[in-house]
């Protein structure tokens, strides 16, 4: 069966791709096969399962990809269930563009300030486009590093509801974890109690996506 690909995109830096990707791709894990296709230049992702130690290792592989993205999609496709894309952030080399063509959902982090959003406006043409090529292709935006303890605020919630792109129920409050995990080289799942409240907010966030 070919696996259900999923792509993590935002032309702007630091709003939390690699940190969504690698954790969603470990929580899928739990569900089936699941691999990470590490397609940004930078190579954090790979830097992150690579800080794991050989007795707790990173629970998926990452497998960092340049060129020819759908290819080698294509080549794993078969032999997981889910794949996870952490893509670049930019929108002038394509590799965003070729990943949208080929997944299921594009989740779009965001960091949770009206400002932070409009900066991402961009990507809204980007989904409308790949929607012209792949119509299965469903947008959703999660709003990353939520004030712990706090509502998001009218502002930002208007600046939303405005946003041709629908947000996910749940998303991620900022939390020292998420940081700290992958300093260890692992994802929320594999860091015990400290890390329940963060497995909470991406097995919310699966729960919607699936
Ligand atoms: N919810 C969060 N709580 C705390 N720190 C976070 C959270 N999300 C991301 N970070 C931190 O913010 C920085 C940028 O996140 P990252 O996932 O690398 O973004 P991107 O891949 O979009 O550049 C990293 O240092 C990361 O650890
Ligand atoms: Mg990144």
Known sequence: MAARIFSIANQKGG?????????LAAGLAQQGRALLIDADPQG???LWSGLSSDSKPFPVSVISVGGHLKREVERFAKDYDFIVIDCPPTLETGVMQAAMDISEA???PVLPSPVDLWAS????????????????????????????RSALSKAMQQALEEFDIPALENGLRRRAV??????????????????QT????????IQEVL
């Open 44 to 46: 954090s992702a790979s």
């Open 121 to 148: 406006l961009r990507i809204v043409e980007v989904l409308e486009q790949a929607r012209i090529r792949n119509r299965a292709l469903k947008p959703y935006i999660v709003v990353n590093q939520l004030e712990p």
């Open 178 to 195: 998420y940081r700290n995990s992958a300093m260890e080289g692992l994802s929320v799942y594999c860091i015990g109690k400290r890390g």
């Open 15 to 23: 709003t939390g791709k690699t940190t969504l990707s690698m954790n």
């Open 106 to 108: 594009a989740l779009i």
């Open 198 to 205: 963060a497995v909470e907010e991406i097995e919310g966030i």
